[in-house]
């Protein structure tokens, strides 16, 4: 359950006093818990929110008026203890910048969102335009609960030529260095031209940014580098480090200078041809910047590497390093191993080399897992994907293992990818095809070929290898591949006749030529209608198919839909596969595997264990869905904390699903929560609408607790909501705020009364410094006329027939149904095809 907690600092270092407030609370709590009455019941009833699990009771985080903005989830960071969220919104006040947008859209503002007693209360964060007309939004600090952040931000106004910038948390902007190099200070440049932040330390003092190397041709025969830079072809990797006055330049980091460089005139790159943080193809970078920021792991490119001129220095592979303290480099993937790790007559002796692909680090940078074909030390086969751990300390790397050994020698592992690293380091998730290991806690045993999910973890004598879950055979990837492009190809075919007869409608209305004007309409209202009509078109597996979400819990590129806990110790993720009794399921579910018990339980089920086919479902689109961690190309020290599906101990799992997981989800995509063998709903579940093409319920994230469960939504869930726009909404343990009090009687004009107050977006710290404005008081709200429900067209009646023939289980009945639904419904004569097309479209334009 929520409890508050006491925040003391102590040197910049914030010591965290959990449960202090917990005795004052405890015989109130276990009274209520005893009578079966949360005491905030009178709030949740008020709500009409009593279903929710644990005390929660919703609370209204965006402000009750928004000037119709809505609730963006980049740049998002939600604080630890769960009592600060950033959002952005194009609409809570005039002013701000996109943080994200290459035109720095300057109607999009970022927001800090506080709770206090009386509610949440926001802030505007960003600079204000009149000081700074071009800025943007990098990262957050969570070591002092969100309050300082890193910003890009110009005085000149010039595009893309911008400084970095610390806000503290007293609203103040202390510079950190120029943003773009001196030869281009004056110029206007593309988005690549300038310093772009992929990673930083967690209290943000130091931070890493690469810069693409931009011909000087297309800037005035100038170069977008720093002077010293030898980059010819790709990307540089530079570092700030704030020690409170500001830099006159970043430092390279891809360098193998010993010792500290003062300036990059002395640097001696490793690469010419580009270096990038962790992994440059394959844009890993989960924990490539270490806590602290000491440890910074990049690949530097090899003289294969596209554009790399003839003669320039580079390594022959693609080649992991690792830059300590900004005064030494490791390599990693080509390490200089102690004596007898790599003896004659064994593959690693002489083996050509390979290149090294980072695959995530510990938060302390003292262990990184790699991916390399190439033997590197002793018993490791001459042939496949391995899956290496180097240790790595200040002095070098001390030891390298291959943690994919296969148990029968000289075989390869055939490492598929890695799903996740815990941050601690000691337990790393991948997939092999090889066998591994023996059989798991629950009898069952890899099998070779197919996709097998393991964990590397320690014991009572080491660590060994454990074998978790056998996700797809071969077998099983064939059927589906061919499943799956079988219904896409109906479904294409069937969306091009539809955009088809849209296109030669939106053609026919003149019988003169056709203007170009009007042929390029027309082509653009054909995809159109082509990319509506795949979308809304019955599928079991869906046009997207479930084979390449499988694959993602393990692809190389890290926008996983997988999550771990910090340990290691619990997995969550999604499978096709039937991993436990009772899935039934057509389409992924999500699992969580303990480590600890080697048990791998189904989350996504029916409440009870049973309601609604105990959460079997046979359509892509009811899929259950994790929000996604992104640890792709950056770094950021907030991530790991954003998007949280599961609480810090695993006990509570968070997802959405539009299927009938309990009896108040009504089908439309809604937000659950898995605790105790049991399935809860977490939204109203009701708002079936949508926002920008996306369903406006979806998940932002629990804190590490998981007394805090974010999402956004539509409706109206308390009385405090002045409006029906999509608004975040915290349901929270424990909490709750009283609802706007009524005057007791009144008569006439005295029934207006004064408008209740909407929140002000109050300017934190200086107001020099501070952006954003207060927010007017909003207007009479307006009514909402109902619209008469319209009949359906011939067209749109076929359509749910066809619809409702086609859940039949009998093949003939369900032939027979639909030869009937077209012979009743079906266009009649070439007069009415127009009519009837129109109403095709429209339909699907309403989905």
Same mark, same amino acid.
């Given at each position: 359950?929520?409890?508050?907690?006491?925040?003391?600092?102590?040197?910049?270092?914030?010591?965290?006093?959990?449960?202090?407030?917990?005795?004052?609370?405890?015989?109130?709590?276990?009274?209520?818990?005893?009578?079966?009455?949360?005491?905030?019941?009178?709030?949740?009833?008020?709500?009409?929110?009593?279903?929710?699990?644990?005390?929660?009771?919703?609370?209204?985080?965006?402000?009750?008026?928004?000037?119709?903005?809505?609730?963006?989830?980049?740049?998002?960071?939600?604080?630890?203890?769960?009592?600060?969220?950033?959002?952005?919104?194009?609409?809570?006040?005039?002013?701000?910048?996109?943080?994200?947008?290459?035109?720095?859209?300057?109607?999009?503002?970022?927001?800090?969102?506080?709770?206090?007693?009386?509610?949440?209360?926001?802030?505007?964060?960003?600079?204000?335009?009149?000081?700074?007309?071009?800025?943007?939004?990098?990262?957050?600090?969570?070591?002092?609960?969100?309050?300082?952040?890193?910003?890009?931000?110009?005085?000149?106004?010039?595009?893309?030529?911008?400084?970095?910038?610390?806000?503290?948390?007293?609203?103040?902007?202390?510079?950190?260095?120029?943003?773009?190099?001196?030869?281009?200070?004056?110029?206007?440049?593309?988005?690549?031209?300038?310093?772009?932040?992929?990673?930083?330390?967690?209290?943000?003092?130091?931070?890493?940014?690469?810069?693409?190397?931009?011909?000087?041709?297309?800037?005035?025969?100038?170069?977008?580098?720093?002077?010293?830079?030898?980059?010819?072809?790709?990307?540089?990797?530079?570092?700030?480090?704030?020690?409170?006055?500001?830099?006159?330049?970043?430092?390279?980091?891809?360098?193998?200078?010993?010792?500290?460089?003062?300036?990059?005139?002395?640097?001696?790159?490793?690469?010419?041809?580009?270096?990038?943080?962790?992994?440059?193809?394959?844009?890993?970078?989960?924990?490539?910047?270490?806590?602290?920021?000491?440890?910074?792991?990049?690949?530097?490119?090899?003289?294969?590497?596209?554009?790399?001129?003839?003669?320039?220095?580079?390594?022959?592979?693609?080649?992991?390093?690792?830059?300590?303290?900004?005064?030494?480099?490791?390599?990693?993937?080509?390490?200089?191993?102690?004596?007898?790790?790599?003896?004659?007559?064994?593959?690693?002796?002489?083996?050509?080399?390979?290149?090294?692909?980072?695959?995530?680090?510990?938060?302390?940078?003292?262990?990184?897992?790699?991916?390399?074909?190439?033997?590197?030390?002793?018993?490791?086969?001459?042939?496949?994907?391995?899956?290496?751990?180097?240790?790595?300390?200040?002095?070098?790397?001390?030891?390298?293992?291959?943690?994919?050994?296969?148990?029968?020698?000289?075989?390869?592992?055939?490492?598929?990818?890695?799903?996740?690293?815990?941050?601690?380091? *000691?337990?790393?998730?991948?997939?092999?095809?090889? !066998? $591994? #290991? /023996? %059989?798991? =806690?629950?009898?069952?045993?890899? +099998? @070779?070929?197919?996709?097998?999910?393991?964990?590397?973890?320690?014991?009572?004598?080491?660590?060994?290898?454990?074998?978790?879950?056998?996700?797809?055979?071969?077998?099983?990837?064939?059927?589906?591949?061919?499943? *799956?492009?079988?219904?896409?190809?109906?479904?294409? !075919? $069937? #969306? /091009? %006749?539809? =955009?088809?007869?849209?296109?030669? +409608? @939106?053609?026919?209305?003149?019988?003169?030529?056709?203007?170009?004007?009007?042929?390029?309409?027309?082509?653009?209202?054909?995809?159109?209608?082509?990319?509506?009509?795949?979308?809304?078109?019955?599928?079991?597996?869906?046009?997207?198919?479930?084979?390449?979400?499988?694959?993602?819990?393990?692809?190389?590129?890290?926008?996983?839909?997988?999550? @771990?806990?910090?340990?290691?110790?619990?997995?969550?993720?999604?499978?096709?596969?039937?991993?436990?009794?009772?899935?039934?399921?057509?389409?992924?579910?999500?699992?969580?595997?303990?480590?600890?018990?080697?048990?791998?339980?189904?989350?996504?089920?029916?409440?009870?264990?049973?309601?609604?086919?105990?959460?079997?479902?046979?359509?892509?689109?009811?899929?259950?869905?994790?929000?996604?961690?992104?640890?792709?190309?950056?770094?950021?020290?907030?991530?790991?904390?954003?998007?949280?599906?599961?609480?810090?101990?695993?006990?509570?799992?968070?997802?959405?699903?539009?299927?009938?997981?309990?009896?108040?989800?009504?089908?439309?995509?809604?937000?659950?929560?898995?605790?105790?063998?049991?399935?809860?709903?977490?939204?109203?579940?009701?708002?079936?609408?949508?926002?920008?093409?996306?369903?406006?319920?979806?998940?932002?994230?629990?804190?590490?607790?998981?007394?805090?469960?974010?999402?956004?939504?539509?409706?109206?869930?308390?009385?405090?909501?002045?409006?029906?726009?999509?608004?975040?909404?915290?349901?929270?343990?424990?909490?709750?705020?009283?609802?706007?009090?009524?005057?007791?009687?009144?008569?006439?004009?005295?029934?207006?009364?004064?408008?209740?107050?909407?929140?002000?977006?109050?300017?934190?710290?200086?107001?020099?410094?501070?952006?954003?404005?207060?927010?007017?008081?909003?207007?009479?709200?307006?009514?909402?006329?109902?619209?008469?429900?319209?009949?359906?067209?011939?067209?749109?009646?076929?359509?749910?027939?066809?619809?409702?023939?086609?859940?039949?289980?009998?093949?003939?009945?369900?032939?027979?149904?639909?030869?009937?639904?077209?012979?009743?419904?079906?266009?009649?004569?070439?007069?009415?095809?127009?009519?009837?097309?129109?109403?095709?479209?429209?339909?699907?334009?309403?989905?």
């Amino acid at each position: 359950m929520k409890h508050n907690a006491i925040t003391v600092r102590i040197t910049g270092w914030t010591v965290v006093l959990a449960a202090v407030a917990l005795a004052a609370c405890l015989s109130t709590q276990a009274a209520s818990a005893a009578a079966g009455v949360c005491a905030n019941e009178a709030r949740r009833a008020e709500q009409s929110s009593t279903y929710l699990p644990e005390c929660r009771a919703y609370e209204l985080v965006t402000p009750p008026y928004k000037q119709g903005g809505l609730v963006l989830s980049v740049p998002g960071a939600i604080s630890a203890d769960g009592e600060h969220v950033l959002v952005g919104s194009a609409g809570f006040a005039g002013a701000g910048n996109a943080w994200w947008d290459a035109n720095r859209n300057p109607d999009i503002a970022v927001y800090e969102l506080t709770r206090s007693a009386a509610g949440w209360q926001p802030s505007a964060l960003t600079p204000p335009a009149t000081r700074y007309p071009h800025s943007a939004f990098m990262a957050a600090s969570p070591q002092d609960g969100l309050a300082t952040t890193l910003w890009s931000a110009s005085t000149t106004g010039l595009l893309f030529n911008e400084d970095i910038y610390l806000r503290e948390p007293n609203g103040a902007l202390a510079k950190v260095g120029p943003g773009v190099a001196p030869e281009v200070a004056d110029q206007e440049l593309l988005s690549t031209g300038e310093l772009g932040l992929v990673g930083a330390s967690s209290d943000l003092t130091r931070s890493l940014f690469e810069v693409e190397r931009e011909e000087p041709s297309k800037l005035k025969g100038h170069s977008n580098l720093w002077p010293g830079d030898s980059t010819v072809t790709g990307k540089s990797l530079y570092e700030y480090v704030y020690g409170g006055v500001a830099n006159t330049e970043p430092m390279l980091v891809g360098v193998d200078n010993p010792g500290a460089i003062t300036s990059n005139r002395e640097a001696h790159l490793i690469s010419d041809c580009g270096t990038e943080l962790g992994s440059s193809e394959r844009n890993d970078v989960y924990n490539a910047v270490s806590t602290d920021g000491a440890v910074v792991f990049f690949t530097a490119a090899s003289s294969k590497a596209p554009g790399c001129l003839p003669g320039a220095t580079a390594p022959p592979v693609n080649e992991l390093y690792a830059r300590i303290d900004g005064s030494s480099t490791v390599k990693i993937s080509e390490p200089a191993l102690p004596a007898g790790e790599c003896t004659e007559g064994e593959p690693c002796f002489g083996a050509s080399e390979s290149e090294g692909i980072f695959q995530g680090a510990s938060e302390t940078g003292e262990r990184v897992f790699f991916l390399s074909t190439q033997a590197l030390v002793n018993g490791a086969p001459a042939d496949g994907m391995k899956l290496y751990e180097a240790r790595v300390q200040s002095g070098g790397v001390t030891e390298v293992l291959d943690i994919s050994s296969d148990p029968t020698a000289g075989q390869s592992p055939e490492v598929q990818g890695v799903a996740r690293v815990a941050q601690k380091g *000691e337990r790393v998730y991948f997939v092999a095809k090889a !066998e $591994l #290991a /023996g %059989e798991n =806690a629950e009898g069952q045993r890899p +099998e @070779a070929g197919a996709d097998n999910l393991y964990v590397y973890e320690p014991d009572a004598g080491g660590y060994h290898t454990v074998f978790v879950a056998k996700l797809l055979t071969s077998a099983e990837e064939t059927t589906l591949s061919s499943e *799956e492009s079988e219904e896409a190809s109906r479904i294409g !075919e $069937l #969306a /091009g %006749e539809r =955009a088809l007869r849209a296109f030669e +409608e @939106a053609l026919s209305h003149d019988a003169s030529p056709p203007k170009q004007s009007e042929v390029t309409k027309a082509v653009e209202l054909y995809e159109e209608v082509q990319r509506q009509q795949e979308v809304s078109l019955p599928g079991t597996l869906g046009t997207g198919g479930t084979l390449p979400y499988d694959k993602r819990v393990w692809q190389l590129v890290d926008r996983r839909p997988v999550q @771990a806990s910090a340990d290691g110790r619990l997995l969550v993720f999604p499978s096709s596969a039937h991993l436990t009794s009772g899935d039934e399921s057509k389409v992924p579910q999500l699992f969580e595997y303990d480590a600890l018990t080697e048990s791998l339980t189904r989350v996504s089920i029916g409440q009870g264990g049973s309601y609604n086919n105990d959460g079997n479902v046979d359509t892509y689109h009811d899929a259950p869905q994790l929000p996604e961690q992104s640890f792709v190309q950056r770094d950021l020290p907030t991530e790991a904390q954003f998007r949280l599906a599961l609480s810090a101990n695993g006990s509570e799992v968070f997802f959405t699903s539009a299927a009938h997981l309990t009896p108040q989800a009504e089908g439309a995509p809604n937000v659950f929560e898995y605790r105790a063998g049991n399935v809860y709903l977490i939204s109203d579940g009701r708002d079936t609408s949508v926002t920008s093409n996306a369903p406006t319920v979806s998940l932002l994230g629990v804190d590490a607790s998981g007394g805090d469960a974010f999402f956004t939504t539509a409706d109206q869930l308390v009385p405090q909501d002045g409006e029906t726009q999509q608004a975040l909404y915290d349901a929270r343990q424990e909490g709750g705020f009283p609802a706007p009090t009524l005057a007791p009687s009144c008569t006439g004009e005295t029934c207006r009364g004064a408008a209740e107050a909407t929140p002000q977006l109050q300017l934190p710290g200086s107001a020099g410094h501070a952006g954003g404005e207060n927010l007017p008081p909003p207007g009479k709200p307006k009514a909402v006329a109902k619209s008469k429900p319209k009949s359906l067209s011939r067209a749109q009646t076929l359509a749910k027939t066809l619809k409702a023939c086609r859940a039949k289980r009998n093949k003939q009945r369900r032939v027979g149904c639909e030869s009937q639904a077209r012979k009743r419904y079906g266009t009649k004569s070439k007069s009415k095809s127009a009519k009837s097309d129109r109403g095709d479209r429209k339909a699907g334009r309403s989905r």
